[in-house]
């Protein structure tokens, strides 16, 4: 079972991008899912989670108002839509299958990562 997320690149400050992730067969359809990042030298950090069927999202109060998760269970694809990128959102992203455990959400399966570095 794998995951790939793809999209990333080089960005001036105030710019755009959009991230997309793919599975195999139907992992990204059948579950909640998840954008989390890695800045250099810092932790992986959660950055947004949409539950199946996409009824509920849930984002990290860094990226609120500017990033926007989706998904496009015809396409069997997750999205992470960012606008207003600004130097701190340098990282590398990873999309992820997201589980519920009562208190905090934890990832089942990592897919790999797509670099996303912004200027200033």
């Known amino acids: 079972v794998q995951l790939q997320a793809s999209g990333g690149g080089l960005v001036q400050a105030g710019g755009s991008l959009r991230l997309s992730c793919t599975g195999s067969g139907t992992i990204v359809r059948d579950n909640d899912m998840a954008w989390y990042r890695q800045p250099p030298g810092q932790q992986r950090e959660l950055v947004a989670v949409?539950?199946?069927?996409?009824?509920?999202?849930t984002y990290a109060d860094s990226v609120k108002g500017r990033f926007t998760i989706s998904r496009d269970d015809a396409k069997l694809a997750l999205y992470l839509q960012m606008n207003d990128l600004e130097s701190e959102d340098t990282a590398v992203y990873y999309c992820a299958v997201a589980q519920w455990l009562g208190t905090k959400w934890n990832v089942a399966l990592w897919g790999r990562g797509t670099l996303v570095t912004v200027s200033s």
């Open positions: 949409i539950k199946r069927e996409g009824a509920v999202t």
